[in-house]
């Protein structure tokens, strides 16, 4: 009977938006390839509440939409996983998984790397800030802007300029 469970878990529905996860030692990168192709890194917070799960910039996405999301890794296998969502996919490099989720209530959800990845393996959480869809388009706006000075950004907008 599971191999049906695995199946359905695995059939991708029909995504609204997508988000890349990029496992690092040891912190996470999002990616938002459709909107507007910025990319920040979350790194865990220790000044802010909860203890070990808080992060300075946290993965924001819209309620009620399902949210593809690719996970891969750049170093070691890391593994991304959120309880509240019912999802865990390893992180690993040089290969694309995917999942998806979609949230139905707004609020932060947390999650760790479950893949035992190094020295700060216990200290690279996965926070997610589910938002209303005009605060949603609010925050890519103000988004856009503030990561734009990120190094991987101007490597993408070089390469987009060389197309
Ligand atoms: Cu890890």
Redesign the pocket.
């Known amino acids: 009977p599971s191999f049906r469970l695995l199946f359905e878990q695995l059939d991708l529905p029909k995504a609204d938006l997508t988000v890349k996860a990029v496992?690092k030692q040891?912190y996470w990168s999002y990616a938002y390839p459709d909107n507007g192709k910025f990319e920040f890194d979350s790194l865990m917070a220790h000044e802010k509440q909860p203890r070990m799960l808080a992060v300075d910039n946290e993965l924001v996405v819209p309620v009620n939409k399902i949210v593809r999301v690719q996970v891969t890794g750049a170093d070691v296998i890391?593994s991304f996983g959120v309880p509240a969502f019912g999802i865990k996919v390893d992180a690993i490099p040089g290969r694309l998984n995917e999942t998806w989720f979609k949230a139905t209530k707004t609020g932060v959800f947390y999650g760790q790397?479950s893949?035992l990845?190094g020295r700060d393996?216990a200290f690279?959480p996965i926070a997610v800030r589910v938002v209303s869809e005009q605060d949603f388009a609010a925050w890519i706006e103000t988004a856009k802007k503030k990561f734009a000075s990120n190094p991987a950004n101007a490597v993408a907008s070089a390469a987009d300029v060389m197309r």
């Open positions: 496992g040891w890391h790397c893949e990845c393996h690279m």
